[in-house]
Nanobody, 121 residues
Framework: QGQLVESGGGLVQAGGSLSLSCAAS????????MAWFRQAPGKEREWVSG????????YYADSVKGRFTVSRDNAKNTLFLQMNSVQPEDTAVYYC??????????????WGQGTLVTVSS
């Protein structure tokens, strides 16, 4: 698969917002379901959100539902995660992944390198 590169991480205050992007070099990006995962310090990697190939169906973990929004622009080979009302427990390295919108690890074809989000209180 093509390379996935996340960007947009950084330091944000609790209650604030942050937008993450994932740029894909693969020209067939629009054929794949995509997902966001995160891994907090000392914790297991967890699935956060997903979106189907077309972008008209989205999925969220209960911990972020109502606060995060996943979207994609297939014409620009880019995946997005809009994070609103962030909390300290959202602090983690965020990864994008291609192949499954529901976090089925065996279906994942490609992973990004991750971008760090730190939420201060």
């Amino acid at each position: 698969q093509g390379q996935l590169v996340e960007s947009g991480g950084g330091l944000v205050q609790a209650g604030g917002s942050l937008s993450l992007s994932c740029a894909a070099s693969e020209r067939t990006f629009g054929d794949y379901a995509m997902a966001w995962f995160r891994q907090a310090p000392g914790k297991e990697r967890e699935w956060v959100s997903g979106i189907n190939w077309k972008g008209d169906r989205t999925y969220y973990a209960d911990s972020v539902k109502g606060r995060f929004t996943v979207s994609r622009d297939n014409a620009k080979n880019t995946l997005f995660l809009q994070m609103n009302s962030v909390q300290p427990e959202d602090t983690a390295v965020y990864y994008c992944a291609a192949g499954s919108q529901t976090g089925r690890l065996e279906a994942i074809k490609s992973w990004g390198q991750g971008t760090l989000v730190t939420v201060s209180s």
